[in-house]
Protein backbone atom coordinates (compact mmCIF):
# COMPACT_ATOMS: atom_id res chain seq x y z
CA UNK A 1 0.00 0.00 0.00
CA UNK A 2 2.85 2.46 0.12
CA UNK A 3 2.94 3.03 -3.70
CA UNK A 4 -0.95 3.85 -3.60
CA UNK A 5 -1.60 6.78 -5.25
CA UNK A 6 -5.37 8.86 -4.79
CA UNK A 7 -7.20 8.73 -7.45
CA UNK A 8 -8.75 11.93 -7.03
CA UNK A 9 -6.44 15.09 -6.42
CA UNK A 10 -7.81 16.20 -2.76
CA UNK A 11 -4.83 18.84 -3.08
CA UNK A 12 -6.45 22.80 -1.85
CA UNK A 13 -9.93 20.99 -1.46
CA UNK A 14 -11.34 22.53 2.00
CA UNK A 15 -14.92 21.21 1.84
CA UNK A 16 -16.13 17.32 1.25
CA UNK A 17 -19.60 15.86 0.89
CA UNK A 18 -20.65 13.25 2.37
CA UNK A 19 -23.70 11.05 1.62
CA UNK A 20 -25.57 8.71 4.10
CA UNK A 21 -27.43 6.39 2.55
CA UNK A 22 -29.62 4.89 5.12
CA UNK A 23 -30.15 8.11 6.30
CA UNK A 24 -30.49 9.67 3.26
CA UNK A 25 -28.43 12.95 3.99
CA UNK A 26 -25.90 14.75 2.35
CA UNK A 27 -23.52 16.67 4.79
CA UNK A 28 -20.76 19.03 4.00
CA UNK A 29 -17.84 18.99 5.53
CA UNK A 30 -15.08 21.39 6.08
CA UNK A 31 -11.63 19.52 6.00
CA UNK A 32 -10.28 20.32 9.36
CA UNK A 33 -14.22 19.20 10.86
CA UNK A 34 -14.82 15.86 12.43
CA UNK A 35 -18.32 14.14 12.05
CA UNK A 36 -19.53 11.62 14.70
CA UNK A 37 -22.15 8.82 13.89
CA UNK A 38 -23.92 6.37 16.71
CA UNK A 39 -25.31 3.22 15.61
CA UNK A 40 -27.65 0.98 17.39
CA UNK A 41 -26.19 -2.49 17.84
CA UNK A 42 -26.02 -4.27 14.18
CA UNK A 43 -26.76 -1.74 12.72
CA UNK A 44 -24.20 -0.34 9.70
CA UNK A 45 -24.87 3.09 7.73
CA UNK A 46 -22.78 3.13 4.51
CA UNK A 47 -21.31 6.87 3.83
CA UNK A 48 -19.56 8.27 0.61
CA UNK A 49 -16.81 10.70 0.88
CA UNK A 50 -16.12 13.24 -1.77
CA UNK A 51 -14.38 16.25 -2.61
CA UNK A 52 -15.82 19.33 -3.34
CA UNK A 53 -13.63 21.67 -5.98
CA UNK A 54 -15.21 24.97 -7.29
CA UNK A 55 -14.03 24.23 -11.07
CA UNK A 56 -15.33 28.03 -12.56
CA UNK A 57 -16.29 31.14 -10.84
CA UNK A 58 -18.52 31.78 -14.14
CA UNK A 59 -21.96 30.45 -13.03
Do not use: D
Not at 2 to 27: C, D, H, P, T
Amino acid sequence: MENRKNLISIEGVQVFVVYMFRAKKLMPLKSWEHMEISLEPCNFELLTVSPMKLLSSKI
